[in-house]
Antibody
Framework: EVQLVQSGGGLIQPGGSLRLSCAASGFTVSDNYMTWVRQAPGKGLEWVSVMYSGGSTYFADSVKGRFTISRDNSKNTLYLQMNSLRAEDTAVYYC???????????WGQGTLVTVSS | EIVMTQSPATLSVSPGERATLSCRASQSVDNNLAWYQQKPGQGPRLLIYGASTRATGVPARFSGSGSGTDFTLTISSLQSEDFAVYYCQQYNAWRALTFGGGTKVEI
């Protein structure tokens, strides 16, 4: 079955770090444009980061310098390392496969990150 | 950044009725627009891309139209499983993908 299964997330204090994981099955992460999108409570969707098949990475200005995106090809898994977390980073984070880096045809179930003291 | 504005924020319809959702871009995105459906506790589901092409497995009652700055998602006859939140997303500016604020379709 083609799917994305997410893990990680939870409650973290401001300034802390967290790593989200997104395990893929049925397709190869490294052959695709893999994206993180977040959704703050009661809000809409916000693009966060993308990793191209070739390895290039891009970030939203709101997270640039604090978040990194990576992948482990042997585990077929995408990661989002989040450092220096702020209250405004509180959201459900989704990983997704974006065809041609344009639109998401496959999404994970989401994982909640709560940044609070 | 291209700002996507959806209207209305909430649409109240009865099963079997037609629903028309709007999405407006702050500048032209040609036909580089996608629509998603999101149900509580789930990730978004791709419905439409290229403004009017249905994704695999999407029922024919869903149709998309428009180009440039004004787009419409139409659900011809609402089924119970269609009550959800719908988002548009532009990918004309592919290094700055942006989404609309969503339209909730409720009974």
């Amino acid at each position: 079955e083609v799917q994305l299964v997410q893990s990680g997330g939870g409650l973290i204090q401001p300034g802390g770090s967290l790593r989200l994981s997104c395990a893929a099955s049925g397709f190869t992460v490294s052959d695709n444009y893999m994206t993180w999108v977040r959704q703050a409570p009661g809000k809409g969707l916000e693009w966060v980061s993308v990793m191209y098949s070739g390895g290039s990475t891009y970030f939203a200005d709101s997270v640039k310098g604090r978040f990194t995106i990576s992948r482990d090809n042997s585990k077929n898994t995408l990661y989002l390392q989040m450092n220096s977390l702020r209250a405004e980073d509180t959201a459900v984070y989704y990983c997704a496969r974006f065809l041609y880096n344009l639109y998401g045809d496959l999404w994970g179930q989401g994982t909640l990150v709560t940044v609070s003291s | 950044e291209i700002v996507m504005t959806q209207s209305p924020a909430t649409l109240s319809v009865s099963p079997g009725e037609r629903a028309t959702l709007s999405c407006r871009a702050s500048q032209s995105v040609d036909n580089n627009l996608a629509w998603y459906q999101q149900k509580p506790g789930q990730g978004p589901r791709l419905l439409i891309y290229g403004a009017s092409t249905r994704a695999t497995g999407v029922p024919a009652r869903f149709s998309g139209s428009g180009s440039g700055t004004d787009f419409t998602l139409t659900i011809s006859s609402l089924q119970s499983e269609d009550f959800a939140v719908y988002y548009c997303q532009q990918y004309n500016a592919w290094r700055a993908l942006t989404f609309g604020g969503g339209t909730k379709v409720e009974i």
